[in-house]
């Protein structure tokens, strides 16, 4: 298995919902990575967890919390996003921090 | 930190021909690059990598040349085929560290 996947496809969430978001990876890659992009923009990084620990935290506003319950799982959790949350939301991994990264398709978010 | 960037926003070219598109970076301590190809509605690909103690590298169609002496970086596409046309990234990173992706250059082939 050389994917990762990432559900929903699709996510529209009004800015009172809590909702969360999936990415799987069978691999074994140690690193897992959570990415904001916005149209017609490169990915930005949020979030990395290696070997199931949290490593870099780019700022992120607290209504996105990430857990990683095990290697090969990372989740996303949304809280009282706004509008301008509204993004593709790409999951990526690694063999090792710092690799070469696999990317899954995203889910696409709408904030109304 | 890291800046990169690309060179140009949007390339066109005619199917068969070869394509370049660049990139620069700012960080001299940058060790390791990639490339990658995002589709509409995908996310991205990985097309090719190299590492700072190489100036050149070869896949399939598919070459990354790096000058780490102006810091610059290219991928050139040989016999460029419609289903090449994409969204083109570049990626740096340091010491294993996080990636700083480059803003992107939009691949149009023409028939």
């Known amino acids: 298995d050389t994917e990762v996947t990432q559900t929903p496809k699709h996510l529209v969430m009004g800015m009172t919902n809590k909702k969360s978001l999936k990415c799987e990876q069978h691999?074994?890659?140690?690193?897992m990575y959570w990415y904001k992009q916005k149209a017609k923009k490169p990915p930005e990084l949020m979030f990395v967890y290696s070997y199931e620990k949290l490593s870099i935290n780019e700022s992120v506003p607290s209504r996105f919390s990430p857990e990683c319950p095990n290697s090969s799982l990372l989740n996303l959790h949304l809280h009282a996003l706004q509008p301008e949350d509204s993004a593709l939301y790409l999951c990526?991994?690694?063999?090792?921090?710092?690799?070469?990264?696999?990317f899954g398709p995203g889910t696409r978010l709408t904030v109304t | 930190g890291e800046s990169v960037g690309l060179h140009l926003p949007t390339l066109s070219v005619q199917e068969g021909d070869n394509s370049i598109i660049n990139c620069a970076y700012s960080?001299?301590?940058?060790?390791?690059f990639i490339w990658y190809k995002q589709e509409s509605g995908k996310g991205p690909q990985f097309i090719i990598d190299i590492r700072s103690n190489m100036d050149k590298r070869q896949g399939q169609r598919v070459t990354v040349l790096l000058n780490k002496t102006v810091k610059h970086l290219s991928l050139q596409i040989a016999a460029t085929q419609p289903g090449d046309s994409a969204v083109y990234f570049c990626?740096?990173?340091?010491?294993?560290?996080?990636?700083?992706f480059g803003s992107g250059t939009k691949l149009n082939v023409k028939p």
């Open positions: 960080n001299s301590a940058s060790d390791y």
């Open positions: 990526a991994s690694s063999q090792e921090p710092g690799s070469e990264q696999y």
């Open positions: 691999m074994g890659h140690r690193a």
């Open positions: 990626a740096c990173s340091y010491n294993f560290n996080k990636f700083y």
